[in-house]
């Protein structure tokens, strides 16, 4: 794991060690800080955020991207993060223009906003809608890093979704710049139909990635889960955080959790794509 993250930071940046280290530093501040909600910091040991992070090659003065944010857990690290090393954080929120219904994805944009606009602690979040039909994340070849965390399968279940979206992800990029994305992996089992457990194969992942024009980097096994068995009677959502233990998703409390709970958090997939610089 640290090899990777290692071999990530070598990588992506070219500074003194000192510069480096002080690095490291605000993402372990930003990580410990405060503004984090109890239920996001609980989860840290299964999600990795500094080893994450620095194998995605985050650093200082970055522009982010993060697509599809939900509930905030790389919000709260990141946004803190840009604020305190000169960058800027942007959200790819619902896209309101191409919501079926505008008034519910608009209410959801303005609580997001709502939730984390103290700038003190958030600085000037950027909100960029992000849809089936919306426009671009931003101006062509403007941030350094967009990162989409346990959201591509989301992007299958409408037609042409997937490709679409990482056009967007390749177009906003910076040559050189970096696409992150974690997901639930299937491997080694195949996929189910319709990926309706929200288990991909990590070569569905790449292949539509390399499609869209990026060049695979690196993967990392740094959330990886063996306990994992992928034969959930709900899905990924049977497993923590989610926890579903009906198929209506309503609380079962006759439903034996006792397994599920001690599996954890699902086997992910890392991956690093590059935009190339020509």
């Given at each position: 794991?640290?090899?990777f ?6 990588a ?6 000192a510069v480096?280290q ?11 800080g ?5 239920p996001?910091k609980?989860r840290d040991a299964?999600?990795?955020p500094v ?9 200082p ?18 946004a803190?993060?840009?604020k305190?090393?000169?960058g ?6 619902a ?5 079926q ?10 609580a ?13 979040i950027?909100?960029?809608g ?8 931003g ?9 989409t965390?346990?959201?591509?399968h ?8 997937l ?15 970096v ?7 299937a ?11 929200g ?38 959502w049977?497993?923590p ?5 009906s198929a209506d ?7 034996d959790?006792?397994?599920y709970?001690?599996?954890g ?14």
């Open positions: 794991m640290f090899r993250a290692a071999a990530a930071c070598a992506a940046l070219v500074l003194a060690p480096v002080a690095a490291d530093a605000r993402l372990a501040a930003a990580v410990a405060a503004n984090r909600a109890p996001n609980a299964a999600r990795h080893e994450t992070l620095t194998f995605w090659g985050l650093k003065k970055a522009t982010v991207v993060e697509v599809v944010p939900g509930g905030g857990y790389w919000t709260e690290i990141l803190p993060y840009a305190a090393t000169g800027r954080y942007i959200a790819g929120v896209d309101v223009d191409g919501a219904n505008k008034a519910a994805a608009q209410k959801a944009v303005d997001f906003a709502a939730r984390y606009g103290d700038k003190a602690v958030y600085g000037d950027g909100l960029a992000f849809g089936l039909t919306s426009k671009p994340l101006p062509p070849n403007s941030a350094d890093l967009v990162i965390a346990r959201n591509i989301n992007f299958t279940y409408q037609p042409g979704f490709d679409k979206s990482m056009k967007d992800f390749f177009a906003v990029l910076k040559p050189g710049g696409l992150g994305i974690e997901e639930h992996r491997d080694p089992r195949p996929e189910v139909a319709g990926i309706t457990d288990y991909m194969s990590q070569a569905r992942v790449i292949a539509a990635a390399e499609k869209a024009g990026f060049k695979l980097a690196a993967s990392s096994e740094v959330n990886a889960n063996p306990k994992d068995t992928k034969d959930h009677p709900f899905g990924v049977t497993l955080p989610t926890r579903q233990s998703g309503k609380p079962n409390p006759s439903f959790r006792t397994k709970d001690a599996i958090e699902s086997d992910r997939m890392t991956l690093r794509f590059v935009k190339p610089k020509a």
